[in-house]
């Protein structure tokens, strides 16, 4: 398990990063690691390139700007999960980023690395659609800004061109009146999900819901933003009822893989259970329960 | 056959002791130690292991040293056609390329398979590297030796290998179907053989019986999985033609010799030097084709070679475990009485055999009356081959499937005559004064397996279960518990009987203890230190023996050349009974002589003199001593008037113990689960066992063994599992597919200790390495079916997982 031989980069800038990724198609970026080093090492992964990105100053930061929150693509998990700001605007990130690995993983690990990786059954991809978050990535020709739901396409495939990197996350800050949830099934705790439901509830003041938001992870290629489900549950009074009838629209949804850790209706079938567990605990926050 | 298993039962009776008396047992944990034997002492490993600061086998680094890589096979079942590695020889960095024709040219003996219980059974020659034939997914084909790993790992991709692929064989049911196809094509099937280890009328006791219990339990392949995985770094000096062997190993003597028969070389030029060991749960027990071919490697290039299985490799190359299929059969009576057993294992091994054989499967079969007294038995053995990796230790022993289904037919049983499970244990348990009890195959020593019971009931009740259970119940939580009870062969084991039995190797230890010119003393023991204490607990054992102080002991292991010779290896739970016990009497010898000595110089009778804390004196007159710096120095250096003219000078004392029988240690484990009954996940609430394993020598390493046994109970029974698909192919090979548990699947442990102890060992020390591992499987699964008993669940096969319990759970309501 040693990697085959690669030329190794040290980008002090975005700049040089989309230089050297035009310069060499067979190049990949390396930020935290944490899914690119075991691939190396499997050789699995074999570039002729590595551009280290972990020198580059300015992209690691959290902050609030035009109603959203911005995350640059090198903070780690742990910095956004423990982030007061992604706690009081965006909870369903900082609730989210708990699941990703163990801490030491969330120490090295990049919301950017783990965005661009685009893993179905991983929780940040997910929660970017569930939140209706925009990319920005940066190429030869500048800057463009990618919705969520455009950006993540298929297994471990996004909208970012060879030679774009991705720089920064835009999560709109959530309404008021609005409660989160995840609900994760895992084998084991840190392990990737076998299923994983991502929920926002806005209830309004006469107990309607005004918007609602269900993704699925690990469901099919990629995540599965669960609109039908969306569709019931948006205007109407938020019943038991309404809820089981959301949940197995959000199921019905799904295209979960068939692995040996789960066969795909048992996916099918437990992103049923974990939606009406996600939505009725984002229902309770949002009218003022835990 | 079955003549040679009735010899086996006569010969292991232990020998002269039909009417034993028994030393006065207690219920308490320390019993009635007043030094430091049953002492809860720091272990002496810890400082070094926990700081990182040890030396593994990796650590080792010799001058000029070469790394090498072990190209496998891709393919589950396939003749090799060509093998070209002329482009790998001529690449940078490359000092050598060995194909599996030349490691065969350069042995003279096949891989030895050391346990042959079954007399006529085929056991094919198995080579380092694949001479002819692959047979498995990751079987070795070619090794490279380059100037480092990554070097040696890009030349493997040079070999060109042409491979033409047969079918697998990739299920025991493939293996055994009609048209099959075979893995070894001159064998009339894929059979290896079969065995029956029969006891009493098994066929008088079926046609009599009230009921008759059948089932068949499937068990998954699973691996013991040591953060360190196997090395070996090879030197063969082409001078003095010393092979010299860095080797991450439990078996360090059985290594040496094996390697003289497989290179054909006398032991004398072979020395086997064990670091620490990081982990070895019994797969570094068995000894493997890569030690071969990096001492090979080393005698083709001249220089030192080191071979580290990597993770990957580990899920094909290290020793796989666990898989069988198991037929039972059990007849009662109305009131409980279980009256027959009979039962078919179907051992499901690799592609070739391990060097235990077909050995943890027998074992399986031979202990499957567990503790309880079952007048007759028909208890079969079937090895298969199949295009999996070959089979080989793992802590347990084939013991966990014995206890799966003993402790699940008692369950079955209870259920069927509508009787309480646990008055069914109590009503077949072999009582206490049974003993010693010749069970189908082996004689249990000693114990008390209704008091156990009992004080796991009482803890249970203690811990406030039962109020938990009825508490979570009432609010909808599906919450259980669940009991198994186990016994387990320790103290491994009567040479000529291990013999008799089929094994090609011996059981004894041999132990030296040494006071130096400064009266500090030196164990020197063959036995490994693989993480679980056996430097403390020999320690401790000799200090007792010998009035010192623990700081004042040290033991040396590690080292053929230095240290004396432990037959086995450590392993099958053997290291603190045995090797204490030759301790405990090589250290009481030489404590004798230190008093004849003091004796001398105090002008006092050696009866009338006391050791504690490294200073002799006489009874009653404390200022008349002498320390045992003092008597060190007389021994060795200045001994004109102090060292009597009878005495030898040098104190030492060596002491080769060949047990009369093994010894049995046994407990009770309790499980408090709740299962998510819409997802199927099982949580481990607590969790309780309640031991026996004679004296404890250390109650701090007695607990850490028990807990990471059980750890590995846990795992086997809710998540690990080693995958192959219909095409042969491994789909487990990292640890995000391989699940172990990690520290939050595990529940917290409380553990209730009694002590009877093992009157045919010095110290009355019995092993207990692997009581954790062999109990646990089937207390969680009881505990799973009491937290569904709404659902008529019955689980019959490991690992349980979330969708195959969802599953269970629908079948059962079906069922209803």
């Known amino acids: 398990m040693k990697a085959a031989t690669f030329e190794y980069v040290r980008a002090t800038s975005v700049d040089q990063v989309v230089r050297t990724l035009a310069e060499d198609e067979d190049a990949k970026i390396l930020a935290g690691g944490q899914s690119l080093v075991p691939l190396l090492n499997m050789r699995l992964a074999r570039p002729t390139t590595v551009i280290d990105i972990t020198r580059i100053d300015d992209l690691s930061y959290v902050r609030r700007a035009n109603g959203h929150v911005e995350i640059g693509a090198l903070t780690t998990h742990r910095l956004a999960e423990t982030s007061e700001l992604v706690r009081r605007n965006v909870p369903l990130l900082a609730e989210a980023l708990r699941y990703v690995g163990h801490v030491t993983i969330r120490n090295r690990g990049t919301i950017g690395g783990s965005i661009a990786h685009a893993d179905p059954a991983a929780e940040l991809p997910a929660t970017c659609v569930a939140l209706d978050a925009e990319l920005v990535v940066q190429g030869p020709h500048g800057q463009r800004v990618i919705a969520a739901a455009d950006f993540f396409q298929g297994y471990l495939m996004t909208a970012i061109e060879p030679e774009e990197v991705i720089t920064e996350v835009r999560v709109p800050v959530l309404a008021q009146g609005t409660g989160c949830a995840v609900e994760e099934l895992a084998r084991r705790s840190g392990d990737f999900a076998l299923v994983a439901v991502f929920a926002t509830m806005t209830i309004g003041t006469d107990g309607t819901c005004q918007d609602a938001r269900i993704t699925v992870a690990g469901a099919g290629p990629a995540p599965v933003r669960a609109t039908g489900a969306e569709a019931l549950l948006k205007g109407a009074a938020v019943t038991p009822d309404v809820i089981s009838a959301a949940a197995r629209a959000a199921a019905d949804a799904t295209d979960p893989p068939n692995d040996i850790h789960g066969p795909a209706e048992y996916r099918r079938e437990m992103a049923a259970v974990l939606s009406r567990r996600a939505i009725t605990k984002a229902t309770n926050r949002a009218n003022g329960g835990v | 056959m079955e003549r040679r298993d009735r010899t086996f039962v006569a010969l292991a009776r232990p020998r002269g002791r039909p009417g034993q008396t028994k030393r006065e047992d207690t219920l308490v944990e320390q019993n009635t130690h007043d030094g430091l034997i049953g002492a809860r002492v720091r272990r002496k490993e810890d400082l070094r292991l926990l700081t990182g600061r040890t030396q593994f086998v990796d650590d080792v680094a010799l001058s000029g040293m070469l790394e090498a890589a072990v190209l496998r096979s891709p393919v589950p079942h396939a003749r090799i056609l060509s093998i070209d590695a002329s482009e790998a020889l001529e690449h940078p960095g490359v000092y050598a390329v060995v194909t599996g024709a030349e490691v065969k040219a350069a042995v003279s003996a096949p891989q030895p398979v050391i346990w042959r219980m079954i007399p006529d059974q085929l056991i094919p020659d198995g080579y380092p590297l694949a001479v002819d034939k692959v047979r498995y997914v990751g079987q070795g084909v070619a090794a490279v030796a380059a100037k480092d790993r990554a070097t040696a790992e890009d030349a493997l991709e040079l070999i060109d290998v042409e491979y033409e692929e047969l079918p697998p064989v990739a299920t025991l049911e493939d293996a055994l179907a009609e048209d099959a196809p075979k893995l070894y094509e001159d064998w009339p099937s894929n059979v290896s053989g079969s065995t029956t280890i029969p006891k009493g009328d098994v066929a008088t006791a079926f046609a009599d019986a009230d009921v008759v219990v059948s089932e068949t339990f499937r068990f998954a392949r699973q691996m013991g999985t040591p953060l360190e995985t196997r090395g070996v770094v090879a030197t063969w000096d082409p001078y003095t033609d010393q092979l010299d062997m860095w080797l991450s190993t439990q078996s360090p003597n059985l290594a040496r010799d094996l390697l003289g028969e497989v290179l054909g070389i006398s032991v004398d030029k072979i020395r086997v030097r064990t670091p620490d060991v990081g982990g070895g749960f019994g797969n570094k027990f068995d000894f493997y084709g890569e030690e071969i071919v990096a001492a090979i490697l080393s005698r083709r290039t001249g220089r030192s070679v080191k071979l580290i299985e990597d993770r990957m490799e580990s899920f094909v190359a290290n020793a796989h475990s666990r898989e069988q299929k198991i037929d039972v059969e059990l007849a009662a009576t109305s009131d409980g009485t279980i009256t027959g057993l009979k039962a078919t294992v179907y051992a499901v091994l690799g592609g070739q055999l391990g060097t235990v054989g077909i050995g943890p499967c027998w074992t399986t079969a031979a202990l499957m009356t567990g503790p309880y007294d079952i007048a007759n038995v028909e208890l079969s053995v079937v090895g298969v081959m199949t295009n999996r990796s070959p089979y080989g230790s793992y802590r347990g022993w084939g013991q966990p499937k014995s206890n799966f289904v003993h402790e699940r037919m008692v369950e079955l049983l209870a259920q069927r005559i509508g009787m309480d499970a646990q008055d069914v244990r109590l009503k077949n348990f072999v009582p206490p004064d049974a003993f010693p009890y010749g069970s189908p195959v082996f004689f249990y020593d000693s114990g008390r397996y209704a008091d156990c019971l009992d004080l796991c009931r009482k803890s249970v009740e203690q811990a406030g279960w039962l109020e938990r259970r009825d508490k979570a119940r009432a609010d909808g939580t599906a919450v259980g518990i669940g009991y198994s009870f186990h016994v387990e062969i320790t103290a491994f084991g009567p040479s000529r009987i291990l ?287 009491d937290a569904l008993s709404d659902y008529g669940v019955s689980i019959t096969s490991l690992p349980i997982t979330p969708p195959r319990l969802l599953a269970a759970m629908r079948a059962g309501k079906d069922n209803r």
């Open chain 2, 499 to 785: 013999n008799m039995a089929g094994l090609q190797h011996s059981g004894f230890d041999e132990e030296v203890v040494r006071i130096d010119s400064t009266g500090r003393v030196t164990v020197y023991t063959g036995q490994s230190a693989m993480g679980q204490g056996v430097q403390t607990a020999l320690a401790q054992v000799a200090a007792q023996s010998l009035g010192v102080a623990l700081d004042d002991v040290t033991v040396v292991v590690g080292d053929t050349d230095t240290c004396p010779y432990t037959g086995y290896g450590t392993g099958a739970s053997r290291a603190a009974a045995v090797g204490g016990g030759a301790v405990l009497t090589a250290a009481t010898r030489l404590k004798e002589k230190v008093l004849r000595i003091a004796g001398q110089v105090l002008e006092a009778s050696p009866e009338d003199l006391v050791v504690e804390d490294g200073r002799v004196s006489v009874a009653g007159a404390p200022d008349k001593s002498i320390s045992m710096a003092e008597i060190g120095d007389a021994s060795y250096r200045r001994m004109n008037g102090l060292l009597p003219e009878s005495e030898s000078p040098t104190l030492e004392e060596r002491e080769v113990f060949d047990p009369a029988n093994v010894a049995f240690s046994y407990g009770c484990t309790a499980v408090l689960t709740e299962v998510d009954t819409e997802t199927g996940e099982v949580r481990l609430l607590d969790y309780l066992i309640a031991h026996d394993c004679g004296t404890v020598i250390n109650p701090l390493i007695v607990d850490g063994q028990l807990h990471g046994g059980a750890a590995q109970a846990i795992g086997g029974a809710l998540y690990e599992e080693l995958v192959y698909g219909d095409d042969g192919q491994i789909q487990t090979t990292t640890f995000m597919d391989y699940l172990i548990p990690t520290a939050s699947e595990i529940p917290p442990f409380k553990l209730e200790h009694m002590a009877t102890v093992a009157d045919h060992i010095p110290g009355g020390f019995k092993g207990m390495g692997e009581g954790g591992t062999i109990g646990g499987g089937a207390a969680i699964t009881h505990a799973v079916e």
